[in-house]
């Protein structure tokens, strides 16, 4: 079970759709949402912002003030979602496995706390972002590279059942591995599981065949998916397969380190980030 999901949430970033994922998923194992809002420490702040930016009028109080100001805003927000969907702030009758979410506010810098509360989560949930969202990327470096717990990117649209159709991308790596393994919960729960291989060569022999051995001893029956039409890279090919057989969710592996580290993230993990227009679970 998924008992504890971490949503992390800043400005400039909304967090309904990791909300509204969550909420999907709560209700199926009677998880408690963490909604965790982190704003930046005034004088940590203060030492990444250009002189000239400084000059202008921003200073250590005009940053506290608008981060008081936006988590007000936000916290607004996440309880009139919670009352839309009659959500409970604490567990019912000191029951741990009831459902319901409540609200915290951090200070910090963001991949800290992330990486902090992230390790004792059962899952990390955000909502898709845009490549130059750099706070959002921060966040989602720390929870895919530093917690090692699985992370859900979701898009604006969450489809109605997130466990209707879940799609596992498997290549045999380490990356793979800990992403379906870290997912037992959720595949235990879904409706479908397929297995979907892409062969580096046309020689290659389709792939997924001990793995669904694998899950069958742990109860979940998975079907290999075949061969899509040639695609221009294989995350082409993933996303062409997870819209042909209707899938809800992918479950894959982030091929690389941190973007802290690297320029860019690898071309499937950069690929489906920017492209999936279902939820992405996600582990390294």
């Known amino acids: 079970m998924m008992r504890n999901i971490l949503v992390p949430l800043f400005s400039e970033c909304s967090g309904e759709p990791a909300l509204e994922a969550s ?3 709560a209700k199926r194992m009677n998880s408690h949402i963490r909604a965790m809002f982190i704003r930046p420490n005034p004088e940590a702040a203060m030492r990444y912002i250009p002189e000239m930016v400084i000059a202008g009028g921003i200073d250590r109080e005009s940053i506290e003030k608008e981060g008081h100001q936006a988590a ?36 910090g810098e963001i991949e800290q706390i992330v990486t902090h509360f992230g390790r ?10 845009e490549t130059n969202n750099v706070t959002a990327a921060r966040c989602f470096d720390a929870a895919v590279f530093g917690t090692g717990r699985p992370t859900l990117i979701v898009p604006k649209k969450v489809p109605w059942d997130l466990l209707d159709h879940v799609m596992i991308a498997w290549n045999g ?25 892409v062969p580096e ?8 065949t001990e793995l669904a051995e694998a899950l069958s001893w742990y109860g979940i029956s998975a079907r290999r998916v075949g061969r899509v039409e040639p695609a221009s890279s294989t995350g082409a090919a993933l996303l062409t397969a997870a819209h042909q057989c209707k899938a809800t969710l992918i479950v894959m592996g982030a091929y690389t380190h941190s973007r802290l580290q690297q320029t ?21």
């Open 173 to 197: 790596s380490l990356e793979a591995s800990h992403a379906v393994f870290g997912a037992l919960p959720l595949l235990h729960a879904a409706q479908l599981v397929t297995i979907f291989n």
């Open 120 to 129: 004792v989560s059962d899952l990390i949930a955000m909502s898709r972002f």
């Open 23 to 25: 909420l999907t998923l």
């Open 72 to 107: 007000e805003t936000e916290k607004a927000r996440f309880n009139a979602w919670r009352a839309k969907h009659e959500l409970a702030a604490e567990p019912a009758d000191n029951r741990l496995d009831s459902r319901f979410a409540s609200w915290r506010e951090q200070v």
């Open 264 to 284: 860019f993230l690898g071309g499937v993990t950069r690929r489906v980030l920017s492209e999936a227009t279902i939820p992405v679970l996600m582990s390294h």
């Open 201 to 208: 060569t046309d020689s290659d022999e389709p792939g997924g």
